[in-house]
C-alpha cells in the first residue's frame, strides 16, 4: 500500500484546510486509515481515525469538533477537513494505513504534509 498525501499549507488561526490521502496498491487489503501529526519536539499522535468497513470514526480530543475524517472507498481515498484551526494545530500532517490480516498485517505511512497556523 503506497500513499500520498495532499493539501498542507500556511492558513491564518480560524481557518480552514483540507487534507486528502490517496492510496494505492493493495488497498482491498485495508481495514482503517488514519491521520497522525507530530509537531516540533514532539511525537507522532493520532488525530483521526475511519474504518473502512462502517466508516466508524474516532477523534484526538483535541480535535473533536474542529476536525472531520471521511473515507471515499471508491477512490482510495480519505480526507481531513480542519476547521478553526488555531496555532498549537502546526504539524507534520500523516496519512496512515493498517491492512491486512494476521501475519501478512502490516502499516504504512505516507512521506507528511506541513501545516503551519500563524496566530
Known amino acids: 500500500v503506497q500513499l500520498v498525501e495532499s493539501g498542507g499549507g500556511l492558513v491564518q488561526a480560524g481557518g480552514s484546510l483540507t487534507l486528502s490521502c490517496a492510496a494505492s496498491?493493495?488497498?482491498?487489503?485495508?481495514?482503517?486509515m488514519a491521520w497522525y501529526r507530530r509537531a516540533p519536539g514532539n511525537e507522532r499522535v493520532l488525530v483521526a481515525v475511519?474504518?473502512?468497513?462502517?466508516?466508524?470514526?474516532d477523534y484526538a480530543n483535541s480535535v473533536k469538533d474542529r476536525f472531520t475524517i471521511s473515507r471515499d472507498n471508491a477512490k482510495n481515498t480519505i480526507n481531513l477537513q480542519m476547521n478553526s484551526l488555531k496555532p498549537e494545530d502546526t504539524a507534520v500532517y500523516y496519512c496512515?494505513?493498517?491492512?491486512?490480516?494476521?501475519?501478512?498485517?502490516?502499516?504504512?505511512w505516507g512521506q507528511g504534509t506541513q501545516v503551519t497556523v500563524s496566530s
Open positions: 475511519i474504518t473502512t468497513n462502517g466508516g466508524n470514526t
Open positions: 496498491g493493495s488497498t482491498f487489503s485495508i481495514n482503517a
Open positions: 496512515y494505513a493498517d491492512a491486512g490480516v494476521g501475519a501478512r498485517r502490516a502499516s504504512y
